[in-house]
């Protein structure tokens, strides 16, 4: 490692330089900045949770023309609003939102709370999404430490360990809040977030354009590539399921929904066969219904934070329409279009899709 001699910059001057970039270079056109207030601010930031900004705004857009106010999303239904939410992952974000926005209206008027520690304690609502959205929406002070501000951070002062790690955290913390501006508060949160995803990105950080290069010292040691560094690895753990496509004699699929807690919470999917039991008996015990297998097709591999799960998809025709699920879970006889307003988790709607598919292709030859 070259040794340095950079000087850490003054607050000021940090924040001199970064809006000096940001006010030429940011991303100041984005959906949520358009006619800006605390309701599409706080739905942005829970979308962007964890979820690239490319990715986020279709949905956002698509949000806000079927729920244009907190109230709008306060009224409506848990359904719709999952799935809206369907392909954006993290499914505990939509549920949360909903609730949100309820406890917002019952317990607030529908007016978004401006008190940091309130705001901290609505659902979904952590410490730098909070401070995000009061500095955005209301102008107030208040650091921030997502992602990309941890990656900047973490390279311009070579902060050492795994930014999720209790010690590694509350020292980002301290230097981003030592950063923090007092004033243009909105712009130097959406500066400091786009100068982690523009530039001070995590493969090839274009140091060149950077703003303050001259005082990062990751950059001056050319060590970029070992900062924040990678969380501990752990082993990954493969699970395996069967993925039922119980189809009707009116080509409609069987549906049942998730608990509302867990993976794919609230979301309806296809009934799903332990890996171990025998499909045929766990059809006739479980769901009460005689099933005659059709097809098995390829295996998916869906991959989540902690395991990475591998379905197993088979098709099957039942001639029987009496669920002995319904008695205890909620289930659907799916027609694509027109049951459109059930949320689907992502390899759910792939086969779901792929199922209509065939139908359609089938009927036109």
């Given amino acids: 490692m070259k040794k340095s001699s950079t000087k850490p910059l003054k607050p000021e001057q940090f924040a001199q330089q970064l809006l000096a970039w940001y006010d030429i270079n940011g991303r100041k056109n984005l959906p949520w900045h358009q006619q800006a207030n605390a309701y599409k601010v706080w739905l942005s930031e829970i979308m962007l949770q964890q979820t690239q900004v490319t990715t986020v705004i279709p949905y956002f857009q698509r949000f806000l023309r079927r729920f244009p106010t907190l109230s709008d ?187 509302p807690a867990g993976i794919w919470g609230g979301l309806w999917s296809l009934p799903e066969c332990p890996w171990e039991q025998d499909i045929e008996t766990w059809i006739n015990q479980t769901l009460g219904i005689i099933c005659e297998p059709l097809e098995e097709f390829n295996v998916i591999r869906h991959s989540f934070s902690h395991f990475n799960l591998d379905i197993y998809p088979v098709l099957l025709k039942t001639e029987d329409n009496a669920v002995k699920l319904m008695e205890a879970t909620p289930t659907i006889w799916y027609k694509r279009r027109l049951n459109s307003k059930y949320g689907l988790a992502k390899p759910v709607q792939t086969l779901v899709e792929y199922f209509f598919d065939r139908i359609n292709t089938g009927a036109e030859q």
Wanted: hydrophobic share 40%.
């Fill in 73 to 259: 999303l306060a009224g409506a239904d848990l359904d719709s609003v999952l799935s809206l939410w369907s392909g954006l992952g993290y499914y505990a974000r939509a549920r949360n939102l909903h609730a949100c926005a309820r406890q917002i209206l019952d317990k607030h008027h529908g007016e978004f709370p401006q008190d940091y520690e309130t705001v901290m304690q609505l659902p979904g609502v952590g410490r730098s999404t909070a401070a995000a959205i009061l500095a955005q929406a209301f102008g107030q002070r208040h650091a921030i430490l997502d992602g990309n501000v941890k990656r900047v951070l973490a390279r311009l002062h070579c902060v050492a360990g795994w930014p999720g790690s209790h010690k590694t955290s509350e020292t980002l913390w301290t230097w981003a809040e030592h950063y923090t501006p007092y004033e243009r508060l909105a712009d130097y949160t959406q500066a400091i977030m786009d100068l982690g995803a523009l530039i001070c990105s995590r493969g090839k950080p274009k140091c060149v354009a950077c703003p303050i290069t001259n005082a990062c010292l990751a950059h001056q040691t050319q060590t970029i590539e070992k900062f924040p560094e990678p969380k501990p690895k752990k082993h990954i753990q493969l699970k395996k399921v069967r993925m039922l496509l119980i189809a009707n004699d009116k080509q409609e699929l069987l549906l049942a929904k998730r608990p």
